[in-house]
């Protein structure tokens, strides 16, 4: 919380080592995403994967493997990486805590438990009243549907915290209750309406990048390009908010409108993000955890955009990994990455508390 | 002359249990009742003094009582276990869910499921030492904060989710088919015989007699450690005993209900708000009432998880985890935290 924001002329003078950190991070995700294209059940050779890139007409299987399978995937990892970890990254910032993520303060619960609910009512509805059987549903919408649930999610749990300033541990304290219940009311949606959707459910609801394709990821970037933006149009006032938010107000800042624009941003990224892959848990904890981490070790004062920028590659890479290790680790079966990214997590959490007290 | 008993009753510990026990009596036989099959009260007391080779006999005997019993011995243990850790860690927001017992339990108990074929009495045993490990790394983490009662909690609840994403990670990586080890992992009574019953009534009783044991040193603990000890107690002895037997508690009833979250930290509750104000740290009367809260809280949920079918543990954590939201509003009010 005590970060320092850095001047500008320690910026530049320390500009050498940063684009030095910023090029090995390009590298490692670039290395990784060619990982993640070869390896997998049917190993690619990396010459088979360059030919199958440069020729976009599905000859044989192996283009086939990976123009349908390996490369929207990957890809999805990178955007939805990119997504939690600026969510994660934003709300630390605006809340002034630490322990901010977006699985912890109740986006990933109540966008689940949106559209969980509102996946069985349109099937419900399209069955008595049109009777039809197979489900025709409009998937553009669910990111729209995600934000209203994580938004209203976030409400609960910050409005349950508001008289306490916001104190760290408590925050988190409700977010996790209010996530149980949450996840409760899911699984009794799906355990006494699911039908034949129950499995599926499950599956996503365990945070998997399984069976994804382009028209998932088409369905995501126009969030990711909104949110993105928007990150980089709020920079000089998070970095503002980040101080108490009397200070703030001597700087001349509307501390409320800016909290609560920064806040949607950050809900709408995350939000979006679990609507297509389901909640990747603890990435939006670990990622900007690591990148502070990361910086101080550099000796690279903590400014908010060099860790805004970080962060968006290292997220990309910490998805991207996880989702190679889900499914090479028992491979020709398959972890669902977020049961990965929440292994990872809760000791990074732990250390938080523990640093908290 | 009724309106004038109820109040009366109402004040003494002894009439508080009189009611409960009517409520539990009832609620009994409600779930005894009520089903697809619906009996009437004459046909339950038939077939409860003589039973018969009848449709309304088997019903009672081989499907709703194993499950109605196994519903108030698990949230009577759990009841206590509960009340136990909350006394011993000096927490009002403890419980064994909360500090990572029955999840630690679950994990070891799928891991013995998974990797080998042993009888469901080692699963017992697989139960007891994990939620033992899980507890002991909760309290081994949060003993430099002197347990303070946030952190004990967070600790547990992340050591709680990090062995439910590993058992979620034992569960898809075996190829078999673990469609049943699901619903036992959501908490359920539903489909136990008395095999189930004789599994957990031994362990669950005994240990609930033990506890009896632990009644007055439970109501010491709740002084000063300085204090304690220079009256002579045995603060380290005492505490150890009284975890160990909430982790059996816990572990007998998490390996044949699976995990059924925060019915351990709303019982005592209950119990305590119930009591009059000079006995609500007596834990002779703090233990007996969690123990009769926690089976009622157990029964009726299952009675209403049954109408629909879900799993028991869904409903208490529904009615749990708004109750732990508005314990921790209580304490910061109440600057405790």
Same mark, same amino acid.
């Given at each position: 919380?005590?970060?320092?924001?850095?001047?500008? !002329?320690?910026?530049?003078?320390?500009?050498?080592?940063?684009?030095?950190?910023?090029?090995?991070?390009?590298?490692?995700?670039?290395?990784?995403?060619?990982?993640?294209?070869?390896?997998?059940?049917?190993?690619?050779?990396?010459?088979?994967?360059?030919?199958?890139?440069?020729?976009?007409?599905?000859?044989?299987?192996? !283009?086939?493997?990976?123009?349908?399978?390996?490369?929207?995937?990957?890809?999805?990892?990178?955007?939805?990486?990119?997504?939690?970890?600026?969510?994660?990254?934003?709300?630390?910032?605006?809340?002034?805590?630490?322990?901010?993520?977006?699985?912890?303060?109740?986006?990933?619960?109540?966008? !689940?438990?949106?559209?969980?609910?509102?996946?069985?009512?349109?099937?419900?509805?399209?069955?008595?009243?049109?009777?039809? +059987?197979?489900?025709?549903?409009?998937?553009?919408?669910?990111?729209?549907?995600?934000?209203?649930?994580?938004?209203?999610?976030?409400?609960?749990?910050?409005?349950?915290?508001?008289?306490?300033?916001?104190?760290?541990?408590?925050?988190?304290?409700?977010?996790?209750?209010?996530?149980?219940?949450?996840?409760?009311?899911?699984?009794?949606?799906?355990?006494?309406?699911?039908?034949?959707?129950?499995?599926?459910?499950?599956?996503?609801?365990?945070?998997?990048?399984?069976?994804?394709?382009?028209?998932?990821?088409?369905?995501?970037?126009?969030?990711?390009?909104?949110?993105?933006?928007?990150?980089?149009?709020?920079?000089?006032?998070?970095?503002?908010?980040?101080?108490?938010?009397?200070?703030?107000?001597?700087?001349?800042?509307?501390?409320?409108?800016?909290?609560?624009?920064?806040?949607?941003?950050?809900?709408?990224?995350?939000? +979006?993000?679990?609507?297509?892959?389901?909640?990747?848990?603890?990435?939006?904890?670990?990622?900007?955890?690591?990148?502070?981490?990361?910086?101080?070790?550099?000796?690279?004062?903590?400014?908010?955009?060099?860790?805004?920028?970080?962060?968006?590659?290292?997220?990309?890479?910490?998805?991207?990994?996880?989702?190679?290790? +889900?499914?090479?680790?028992? +491979?020709?079966?398959?972890?669902?990455?977020?049961?990965?990214?929440?292994?990872?997590?809760?000791?990074?959490?732990?250390?938080?508390?523990?640093?908290?007290? | 002359?009724?309106?004038?008993?109820?109040?009366?009753?109402? /004040?003494?510990?002894?009439?508080?249990?009189?009611?409960?026990?009517?409520?539990?009596?009832?609620? #009994?036989?409600?779930?005894?009742?009520?089903?697809?099959?619906?009996?009437?009260?004459?046909?339950?007391?038939?077939?409860?003094?003589?039973?018969?080779?009848?449709? #309304?006999?088997?019903?009672?005997?081989?499907?709703?009582?194993?499950?109605?019993?196994?519903?108030?011995?698990?949230?009577?243990?759990?009841?206590?276990?509960? #009340?136990?850790?909350?006394?011993?860690?000096?927490?009002?927001?403890?419980?064994?869910?909360?500090?990572?017992?029955?999840?630690?339990?679950?994990?070891?108990?799928?891991?013995?499921?998974?990797?080998?074929?042993?009888?469901?009495?080692?699963?017992?045993? /697989?139960?007891?030492?994990?939620?033992?490990?899980?507890?002991?790394?909760?309290?081994?983490?949060?003993?430099?904060?002197?347990?303070?009662?946030?952190?004990?909690?967070?600790?547990?609840?992340?050591?709680?989710?990090?062995?439910?994403? /590993?058992?979620?990670?034992?569960?898809?990586?075996?190829?078999?088919?673990?469609?049943?080890?699901?619903?036992?992992?959501?908490?359920?009574? #539903?489909?136990?015989?008395?095999?189930?019953?004789?599994?957990?009534?031994?362990?669950?009783?005994?240990?609930?007699?033990?506890?009896?044991?632990?009644?007055?040193?439970?109501?010491?603990?709740?002084?000063?450690?300085?204090?304690?000890?220079?009256?002579?107690?045995?603060?380290?002895?005492?505490?150890?005993?009284?975890?160990?037997?909430?982790?059996?508690?816990?572990?007998?009833?998490?390996?044949?209900?699976?995990?059924?979250?925060?019915?351990?930290?709303?019982?005592?509750?209950?119990?305590?708000?119930?009591?009059?104000?000079?006995?609500?740290?007596?834990?002779?009367?703090?233990?007996?009432?969690?123990?009769?809260?926690?089976?009622?809280?157990?029964?009726?949920?299952?009675?209403?998880?049954?109408?629909?079918?879900?799993?028991?543990?869904?409903?208490?954590?529904?009615?749990?985890?708004?109750?732990?939201?508005?314990?921790?509003?209580?304490?910061?009010?109440?600057?405790?935290?």
């Amino acid at each position: 919380m005590n970060q320092v924001i850095a001047t500008r !002329s320690d910026i530049t003078a320390k500009a050498w080592p940063f684009y030095g950190l910023l090029i090995s991070l390009f590298v490692l995700l670039v290395g990784l995403f060619f990982a993640a294209l070869c390896l997998g059940s049917v190993p690619l050779s990396i010459q088979a994967v360059w030919q199958a890139l440069l020729s976009s007409t599905p000859q044989n299987s192996e !283009s086939n493997i990976l123009w349908q399978l390996r490369l929207p995937r990957s890809l999805l990892a990178i955007v939805v990486g990119v997504h939690f970890a600026l969510a994660g990254l934003i709300l630390q910032a605006v809340i002034r805590n630490p322990l901010a993520d977006p699985s912890i303060l109740g986006v990933n619960g109540g966008a !689940s438990l949106a559209i969980v609910l509102c996946l069985l009512v349109f099937d419900y509805v399209q069955l008595q009243v049109f009777n039809l +059987s197979d489900s025709r549903f409009n998937f553009v919408w669910l990111p729209a549907i995600a934000l209203l649930g994580g938004t209203l999610a976030t409400a609960l749990v910050l409005k349950l915290s508001w008289r306490q300033q916001l104190q760290p541990n408590q925050l988190a304290l409700n977010g996790v209750a209010i996530g149980a219940v949450l996840n409760a009311l899911v699984m009794w949606a799906i355990l006494a309406w699911g039908g034949n959707r129950t499995e599926t459910s499950l599956i996503w609801l365990a945070g998997s990048l399984y069976g994804r394709d382009f028209s998932q990821l088409l369905l995501l970037l126009p969030w990711t390009f909104i949110g993105v933006f928007g990150c980089f149009l709020l920079l000089k006032h998070l970095s503002i908010l980040q101080l108490d938010s009397d200070a703030a107000h001597t700087l001349g800042l509307n501390v409320k409108r800016w909290r609560l624009t920064s806040l949607f941003i950050a809900v709408a990224l995350a939000a +979006s993000a679990t609507a297509v892959t389901g909640p990747l848990g603890f990435v939006g904890l670990i990622v900007p955890h690591f990148a502070k981490v990361l910086l101080n070790r550099l000796g690279l004062g903590i400014s908010l955009p060099h860790l805004m920028v970080v962060c968006m590659l290292a997220g990309a890479t910490l998805t991207l990994a996880a989702d190679i290790a +889900s499914r090479t680790l028992i +491979s020709p079966l398959e972890i669902p990455t977020g049961t990965l990214t929440t292994l990872m997590g809760i000791p990074i959490l732990l250390l938080l508390i523990r640093r908290q007290s | 002359m009724v309106s004038s008993m109820i109040p009366r009753l109402a /004040a003494s510990p002894f009439g508080l249990a009189l009611i409960g026990t009517c409520f539990l009596v009832l609620s #009994a036989l409600l779930s005894v009742s009520i089903g697809d099959y619906q009996l009437s009260l004459l046909e339950i007391w038939s077939a409860l003094i003589s039973p018969s080779e009848s449709l #309304a006999s088997f019903v009672i005997w081989e499907l709703r009582m194993p499950r109605l019993l196994l519903a108030m011995i698990a949230g009577a243990a759990l009841g206590v276990a509960g #009340a136990i850790t909350q006394a011993v860690t000096q927490n009002e927001l403890a419980s064994p869910s909360l500090v990572g017992v029955s999840s630690g339990a679950a994990l070891a108990i799928v891991l013995v499921l998974v990797f080998t074929n042993l009888s469901s009495h080692y699963h017992f045993v /697989a139960g007891i030492v994990g939620g033992s490990v899980a507890m002991s790394i909760t309290l081994w983490l949060s003993w430099k904060q002197k347990l303070d009662p946030v952190n004990l909690i967070l600790s547990g609840l992340c050591i709680s989710l990090f062995c439910a994403a /590993a058992t979620t990670l034992l569960l898809i990586s075996v190829s078999t088919d673990t469609r049943g080890l699901f619903y036992w992992l959501l908490g359920s009574v #539903a489909n136990r015989t008395w095999q189930h019953v004789s599994l957990l009534a031994p362990i669950a009783l005994l240990s609930l007699i033990l506890c009896a044991f632990l009644a007055r040193p439970l109501t010491i603990l709740q002084l000063d450690t300085e204090v304690i000890k220079s009256i002579g107690g045995q603060v380290k002895r005492w505490r150890i005993q009284a975890l160990a037997l909430t982790v059996i508690l816990t572990s007998a009833t998490v390996s044949v209900t699976g995990p059924i979250a925060f019915v351990g930290l709303v019982a005592p509750h209950i119990c305590r708000t119930l009591l009059p104000k000079h006995l609500a740290y007596e834990y002779r009367f703090v233990l007996c009432g969690s123990a009769l809260c926690g089976a009622l809280l157990v029964s009726i949920s299952d009675l209403l998880a049954n109408y629909q079918e879900i799993p028991v543990g869904i409903l208490c954590v529904l009615f749990g985890g708004p109750s732990l939201v508005w314990l921790i509003q209580k304490q910061y009010k109440q600057g405790a935290l």
